[in-house]
């Protein structure tokens, strides 16, 4: 079950974010970035921006020094510019690398609730794992544990992000050490679950997902890029003359991808059988293939590009959806 609906910001969300000023100025660049990170809030559901990703879009704009850009005074017109290239530079940063948010608004909550066979079954669930020593009885401060069990994907908002759940179980009394039965329980629980429905419906939750997208736009930017993609196929090249022999060129290539997949904006192999099947079926595709010491950087270097130009176009059709775990 998922509250709300998931989306993907990938960047398109930005294109009409206001980029008007406010003033005539002047403006430190602190103050112009705190603009852009609000206007870019707004856009995106009321997302606050990770860190990892201003860090990313700031590098974009290539700003040799941040210290002093930051307490730099811009002219308005300046600042303009600022502006617009730091919230390009957000947008392409959310391009290459998507975030899929969950947008928590009390609705499964809701739906929830008016499902009395469901909610039964889930505070039984619930009160069962929670009476660990089988008593019958468990302590009124577990609504507390109940609720981050149930999480983001029951419309839960962890407390760090919401943090009105925490007044919301005081006004319940959930604190104390009263014993209730299962019944009791799911009384309780039922009434926080409908308080906390009602103040989501006010302030939406904007929790992101543990989830990376692979489209083949960061994939697109290498290919664009004639140095990095000629530092990639001299890494290539290494490991052709580095390889056992018997191997031919294709083998080399798609191990050396799948070991650099993540640098490379591929999606990782040994996350699931579908990401396997798809480097079968590029490199099915590649029908005259070149082995053995005669293969030259030119060749490698055209070979290599073709590879990445089909996982591109494989990718831009269908993207591939994979757990961050498998990044760590």
């Given amino acids: 079950m998922s509250d709300g609906t998931l989306q993907v910001l990938d960047g398109t969300h930005l294109r009409g974010v206001d980029l008007s000023l406010g003033d005539d100025g002047p403006f430190t660049g602190a103050k112009i970035l705190d603009i852009a990170h609000s206007r870019a809030s ?183 890029n004639e140095q990095e993609l000629n530092t990639v196929v001299k890494k290539a090249l290494q490991e052709k003359r580095e390889a056992k022999d018997g191997l031919g060129s294709t083998e080399i290539i798609r191990s050396f991808l799948e070991r650099n997949a993540k640098e490379l904006g591929l999606p990782l192999a040994q996350a699931d059988e579908a990401v396997v099947l798809l480097y079968d079926a590029v490199f099915a595709e590649i029908t005259q293939e070149k082995d053995g010491a005669e293969l030259d950087k030119e060749e490698l270097a055209k070979l290599v590009k073709n590879i990445l130009e089909k996982f591109a176009d494989q990718l831009e059709v269908s993207p591939v959806y994979q757990d961050l775990a498998y990044d760590e």
């Fill in 42 to 224: 707004s856009s995106l559901f009321g997302l606050s921006l990770p860190d990892s990703l201003k860090v990313s879009a700031l590098t974009r704009l290539r700003t040799p020094d941040t210290d002093a850009f930051r307490s730099a005074y811009y002219s308005a017109d300046k600042a303009s510019e600022i502006l617009r290239d730091y919230i390009s530079a957000i947008a392409d940063e959310l391009k290459d690398n998507p975030l899929v948010v969950s947008i928590l608004d009390g609705s499964t909550l809701r739906l929830l609730s008016e499902d009395e066979d469901d909610f039964a079954m889930l505070a039984e669930n619930l009160f069962t794992d929670l009476d660990a020593e089988d008593k019958g009885k468990i302590s009124k401060s577990e609504i507390r544990n109940a609720l981050v069990q149930m999480g983001v994907e029951m419309g839960v908002p962890p407390f760090s992000e919401f943090p009105q759940l925490n007044d919301l179980l005081k006004k319940h009394g959930v604190d104390g050490e009263e014993k209730l039965g299962q019944a009791q329980f799911a009384q309780l629980l039922q009434s926080v679950l409908q308080d906390l429905e009602e103040e989501l419906s006010k302030k939406n939750v904007v929790s992101i997902q543990n989830i990376r997208i692979i489209n083949g736009s960061k994939l697109r930017r290498l290919l664009a």
